[in-house]
Each structure stands twice: as C-alpha cells, then as structure tokens.
T-cell receptor, first 117, second 112 residues
C-alpha cells in the first residue's frame, strides 16, 4: 500500500512555544490530506482538511489561528500548533488518499504524540 | 460529530475464538471502512466496503454492511494474540469519501 510518513513521532514542548508536525506522502501525490486529533482512549476527531495550494478547511470548533495548516506541495502538509498549552497535548494523525474520487482507501501516518509541559 | 458507534467498547476473548464487532452510523454513506490501531500508533486500513456491497472478505476478516439498518460488522476468525488492538469503523459520507468520520472504537484483547 501507499506510505504516509509523519514526523516527529513524539515531541515535548514548553507552554507558549509552537510545534510543527509534517505529513508526507512518500510514493504518491495527495492533493488533499486530513488532520485528526485523538485523545487517550478516544476516537479520532477530524480537525481540518488540507488542500494543496489553497486554504485549509477547518471543522467546527477548531481554531484556525491556533492550528495552522500549510499544504505547500502535493506530497507535504504541515500542522503547526501555535502557542501550545497543556490542553493541546494529544495524538495528532494525518491521512491522505492516493486516488481522487469516492471509495478510496485512506493511508495514515504513524501519528505524533505531542506533550506540552 | 461522531458518526459511527462501535459495540462492544471492549472485548476480551481467548486465542482461537472469533471476535465480532459492530458499528452503527446515522447518515447516508458511500462506503464504510474498518481500521486497526495498536496502542499509541497510527491506523492500519483493514477493509473497505462500498454502500452497494453486502459482504466482503479479506483473509481472516469478514465485513458485512446493512444499509437499511445503517450497521456493519467486522468478524475476525481464529483470533491470535497479535490481533489485540483497537478497531475503528469509519464512514465515507456522500460528498467526499476521503473525509472519514470515525466511531469510538472497540478495544479487542486476545488472550493467549
């Protein structure tokens, strides 16, 4: 299957700092990527849809100024958590689909465990 | 908002037994997908079933879909300790199946 790589896998940062998470599709181009957030023992919640060359689409309740998304190329999307606070500590996962259209399989990155101290 | 609801939330069985997990959803879908997640790791795609399909097999996995009841089931036969993980259903809704809505998951423990 297709490979989506996410980096870093773990990061610890101090409150008030910003953290950038990268999501790369290694062997295919992805015009659209998705960013999810997962709290311990809970499901994945979609945060935003990252569109190559245009602004991201955020889900209701997600602060776009806090979670900056940039999709500068067909293989890379970044999520920057700005002015991080302890409540931002979570597991962040990206996904991408190789093919456009309906009924396509989504490939997920390995996830990034963010801890804000 | 959550679309899928899996049950049971947790399931513990012995190696060799079959494990059945169910998922219900609320809106119309293009497809339903099942994923597996080992603790603290990313998701692994298991199987996708389209809205016009009723059953699909992949190795020891069997997935059914009943669109009239808005429900799906995942059956893992002859379970192994390595099957221990959380299993999520996710629906690809009309208007864009790449955008997935996940259920809360079933935590499966297979005891050796």
């Amino acid at each position: 299957g297709a490979v989506v790589s996410q980096h870093p896998s773990r990061v610890i940062c101090k409150s008030g700092t910003s953290v950038k998470i990268e999501c790369r599709s290694l062997d295919f181009q992805a015009t659209t990527m998705f960013w999810y957030r997962q709290f311990p023992k809970q499901s994945l919640m979609l945060m935003a849809t990252s569109n190559e060359g245009s602004k991201a689409t955020y889900e209701q309740g997600v602060e776009k100024d806090k979670f900056l998304i940039n999709h500068a190329s067909l293989t890379l999307s970044t999520l920057t958590v700005t002015s991080a606070h302890p409540e931002d500590s979570s597991f962040y996962i990206c996904s991408a689909s190789r093919d456009a259209g309906l009924n396509t399989e989504a490939f997920f990155g390995q996830g990034t465990r963010l801890t804000v101290v | 908002s959550q679309q899928g609801e899996e049950d049971p939330q947790a399931l513990s069985i012995q190696e060799g037994e079959n494990a059945t997990m169910n998922c219900s959803y609320k809106t119309s879908i293009n497809n339903l997908q099942w994923y597996r997640q080992n603790s603290g790791r990313g998701l692994v795609h298991l199987i996708l079933i389209r809205s016009n399909e009723r059953e699909k097999h992949s190795g020891r996995l069997r997935v059914t879909l009943d669109t009239s009841k808005k429900s799906s089931s995942l059956l893992i036969t002859a379970s192994r300790a390595a099957d221990t993980a959380s299993y999520f259903c996710a629906t690809g809704t009309q208007g864009g199946s790449e955008k997935l809505v996940f259920g809360k998951g079933t935590k499966l423990t297979v005891n050796p």
